[in-house]
């Protein structure tokens, strides 16, 4: 049986019609269940958008089953996520995620659900991404997927037993914003990760996924990553929550014809592609990268 898929949805009716045409668009989606999930607007003026979005998901067909979700006060960006997966997970036990501003390769979902079988019994592989950077694959490296120390919340997917063990009050936040050592182990994804976890924790953003990930930090965990990406992510720009900045994010999208995949065994993390990632958060190259928006480019 295919996991669920879970759309989480808001206040952008055009991303969200490119989003659905393309997930309808995966070779199994008429066999998925399909998980909708949209906030209450947050301020009157996005009231006008909020009902787009419903009208456009109240027509919505190609899945197995359908299930709609429309809160009636607003629950913010985070706790409506939070909220969300954990209903669904206490059903079954994987789902996959998508978000309002995520294209996928028709073969998405059968990436995601492979990885889902393949690593549902190893408890270090704490979540599975759609999404890669564009890294030139080695000549003598032959899986599709590696892992690296680092979530990646743009078409993703997690068990019930991983979502159900984090702390999202982050109680031990304390401790580890003292502990030099495990701050600097914590940044072994990418040189941005103590950052956004204390912009979340001192009340700068509103963010699940940093939380996500150190829960991940806190058992040794990896996420695994497909060699070529499953996901575009279509939401920079004015109307996006946490992106309106130059996109150092474009990757070229999967083709969608390959339909079974040679999944690594886990050993740890792929040494080429986690330095790969490491290259790609250093400081350096997100110092460039905010000087390319700073000069208006996308």
């Excluded at 490296?141 to 009050?169: E, K, L, N």
Aim: charged share 25%; net charge neutral; with cysteine.
């Amino acid at each position: 049986m295919n996991a669920p898929i879970i759309l989480f949805a808001y206040k952008r009716p055009v991303e969200l019609k490119a989003t659905i045409q393309a997930l309808q668009a995966n070779h199994l989606a008429s066999t998925s269940d399909l998980y909708i999930f949209v906030d209450a607007p947050k301020r009157p003026e996005d009231a006008a958008k909020v009902d787009q979005v419903h009208k456009l998901l109240d027509t919505v067909s190609g899945f197995r089953t359908i299930h709609r979700d429309y809160a009636k006060t607003n629950i913010g960006c985070a706790d409506s996520i939070i909220r969300g997966i954990s209903q669904v997970l206490t059903k079954y036990p994987s789902a996959i995620v998508v978000e309002d501003d995520i294209v996928t390769a028709p073969n998405f979902l059968d990436f995601m659900n492979q990885c889902l079988n393949q690593y549902a019994d190893n408890q270090r592989v704490y979540s599975i991404s759609g999404y890669t950077l564009p890294f030139q694959r080695p000549a003598d490296y032959t899986s599709d997927a590696y892992c690296i120390p680092r979530h990646s919340p743009w078409g993703w997917a997690t068990w019930a037993d991983r979502w159900q063990s984090v702390d999202w009050d982050m109680t031990d936040y304390p401790d580890f914003e003292k502990d030099k050592w495990q701050q600097k182990e914590f940044m072994r994804g990418g040189s941005d990760l103590f950052k956004m976890l204390r912009d979340q924790m001192e009340g700068r953003a509103d963010a699940w996924d940093i939380r996500f990930c150190y829960n991940r930090f806190k058992v040794d965990g990896v996420t695994v990553y497909p060699t070529i990406s499953k996901v575009e992510n279509i939401g920079f720009g004015k109307e996006a929550t946490h992106t309106d900045i130059y996109n150092r994010y474009k990757t070229k999208l999967d083709d969608g014809s390959q339909r079974v995949f040679d999944l690594p065994s886990f050993t740890g993390p792929t040494p080429y592609y986690h330095r790969q990632t490491l290259e790609r958060y250093s400081v350096p190259t997100r110092i460039y990268n905010r000087l390319k928006t700073l000069a208006g480019m996308r």
